[in-house]
């Protein structure tokens, strides 16, 4: 039965027409869209290399068929720069030597970006390291990644801490009738 799926990926519009219904959200990504970041590894759900966020959640995304994210909002490692600037967390990734051989950093970075949009790990390594435990790295990179993941957060803090002191005093301006 013919299947046509809407999603957007990464910001862009896509129409996906299918002729089974069982193609995994993952194979539609990579190849359907063209998007070969987002990594096949176990493809039963088991080491994360596939992570990508789904309506803002992190997913295995050889578990999620791809007829049930008709209308969804998909985000994938290609889709985290912004402007040619990397998002805090790739940064991080850099900059903490947290991948060895890469097959598994784009489903790493995934995690991390949704693992603290969650909120839940207040920059603390062992639940950083809770957070994480879903994907795995077979080079044991897991002290770089506990590090990137602990520094991405500190940097989002600060940058949160900098734009909300930027709008207390654009606030305080506007009080004051002075142009923003």
Same mark, same amino acid.
Not at 22 to 45: A, F, N, Q, S, Y
Not at 113 to 124: F, I, K, N, R, S
Not at 128 to 153: K, Q
Not at 167 to 174: K, L
């Given at each position: 039965?013919?299947?046509?799926?809407?999603?957007?990926?990464?910001?862009?519009?896509?129409?996906?027409?299918?002729?089974? $219904?069982?193609?995994?959200?993952?194979?539609?990504?990579?190849?359907?869209?063209?998007?070969?970041?987002?990594?096949? *590894?176990?493809?039963?759900?088991?080491?994360?290399?596939?992570?990508?966020? /789904?309506? *803002?959640?992190? !997913?295995?995304?050889? /578990? !999620?068929?791809?007829?049930?994210?008709?209308?969804?909002?998909?985000?994938?490692?290609?889709?985290?720069?912004?402007? *040619?600037?990397?998002? $805090?967390?790739? #940064?991080?990734? %850099?900059?903490?030597?947290?991948?060895?051989? *890469?097959?598994?950093?784009?489903?790493?970075?995934?995690?991390? !970006?949704?693992?603290?949009?969650?909120?839940?790990?207040?920059?603390? $390594?062992?639940? %950083?390291?809770?957070?994480?435990?879903?994907?795995?790295?077979?080079?044991?990179?897991? $002290?770089?990644?506990?590090?990137?993941?602990?520094?991405?957060?500190?940097?989002?803090?600060? #940058?949160?801490?900098?734009?909300?002191?930027?709008?207390?005093?654009?606030?305080?301006?506007?009080?004051?009738?002075?142009?923003?």
């Amino acid at each position: 039965m013919p299947l046509t799926l809407h999603l957007t990926v990464n910001g862009e519009a896509h129409r996906v027409d299918l002729t089974d $219904p069982r193609p995994t959200l993952l194979d539609v990504l990579r190849e359907r869209i063209g998007l070969t970041g987002t990594k096949k *590894g176990c493809d039963r759900g088991q080491c994360g290399a596939c992570t990508v966020l /789904l309506d *803002g959640q992190r !997913v295995n995304s050889c /578990l !999620v068929l791809a007829a049930s994210a008709d209308g969804a909002e998909v985000t994938t490692i290609e889709g985290l720069s912004a402007d *040619g600037a990397l998002h $805090p967390v790739q #940064a991080a990734f %850099i900059e903490n030597d947290a991948f060895q051989c *890469g097959f598994c950093t784009p489903g790493q970075v995934m995690s991390a !970006v949704g693992l603290l949009a969650e909120g839940e790990t207040g920059g603390d $390594p062992e639940r %950083i390291r809770e957070g994480m435990s879903g994907n795995l790295c077979r080079c044991a990179a897991y $002290p770089g990644i506990t590090a990137a993941v602990m520094d991405a957060f500190a940097r989002m803090e600060a #940058a949160e801490g900098e734009r909300a002191d930027d709008r207390a005093r654009t606030e305080d301006r506007a009080r004051q009738g002075e142009p923003a």
